[in-house]
């Protein structure tokens, strides 16, 4: 069974903090992706990030950086220097590498970024 | 318009009426989805359509009815619902079915009285 786990349901920081949003999954399959989508308030769920099985490089993409460790089943996200705009409910989710293409969602953690 | 689009944005129906919810994607995507996020809950996924036929349905109520006309379309018919299905309605579509990256519209946010 595949699932994904985000255990921090809320976090709070201040501006220019820097944030790590945790996701723990379980997969059997060798072949699988990993995803963050970010939903602000707008509802619209907006992807960020893509990643295989086979590819364990960290990735940076400005104040965002994606920590894959498969021998902790993690794919951690780090949001550097936070701002008011990075406020939303972050999703990590799991894909299996094979014709089921269906996403499976962790609960989300809302971000909050005060001023 | 780009990328994945919903209407209405807001709806209000009693339990005895009939309504669709609409998605169109133009990403020239050949698979699209209807998920439900209810409050609390992760996201569920409702439908799968992979070049117009329904490849998934995820032992959704018969309450709920989706049409897929073309790939670039798809619809989402609501009747005789019930209070829990009070809910936000999100669409995706995606290049392929197979383990590729969905693209979610808007949502439309569903309010049964």
């Known amino acids: 069974a595949q699932k994904v786990t985000q255990a921090q349901t809320e976090i709070s920081v201040v501006e220019k903090e820097d944030v790590t949003l945790d996701c723990v ?20 769920l907006v992807f960020l990030i893509r990643r295989n099985s086979f590819d364990e490089q960290n990735e940076i993409s400005g104040r965002y950086s994606w920590n ?24 990590c989710a799991l894909q299996r590498g094979s014709t089921l293409g269906r996403l499976y969602f962790g609960r989300g953690t809302q971000l909050t970024v005060w001023p | 318009e780009t990328g994945v689009t919903q209407t ?7 339990m005895t009426n009939k309504k669709s919810l ?25 439908f ?10 995820n032992s959704v109520p018969s309450r709920f009815s989706p049409e897929c ?12 619902l019930q ?9 995706a579509s995606s290049q392929a ?8 519209g808007p949502g439309t946010r569903l309010t049964v009285l």
């Not at chain 1, 894959?68 to 999703?91: C, G, L, M, P």
């Not at chain 2, 799968?48 to 349905?57: A, C, D, G, M, S």
């Open chain 1, 25 to 44: 999954y379980e997969t059997r399959d060798t072949t699988y992706y990993l995803f963050w989508y970010k939903q602000p308030p707008s509802g619209e």
């Open chain 1, 68 to 91: 894959f460790q498969k021998s902790t089943s993690s794919f951690n996200f780090t949001i550097t220097a936070s701002q008011v705009v990075d406020s939303a409910v972050y999703f």
């Open chain 2, 8 to 14: 209405p944005r807001h709806l209000v129906m009693g």
């Open chain 2, 22 to 46: 609409k998605c169109e994607q133009h990403l020239g995507h050949n698979a699209m989805y209807w998920y439900k996020q209810s409050a609390k809950k992760p996201l569920e996924l409702m």
């Open chain 2, 48 to 57: 799968v359509y992979n070049f117009k036929e329904q490849t998934e349905n």
């Open chain 2, 69 to 80: 006309p073309n790939s670039s379309h798809l619809f989402l018919h609501l009747h005789t």
């Open chain 2, 83 to 91: 209070p829990e299905d009070s809910a936000l309605y999100l669409c």
């Open chain 2, 97 to 104: 079915y197979d383990a590729d990256t969905q693209y979610f």
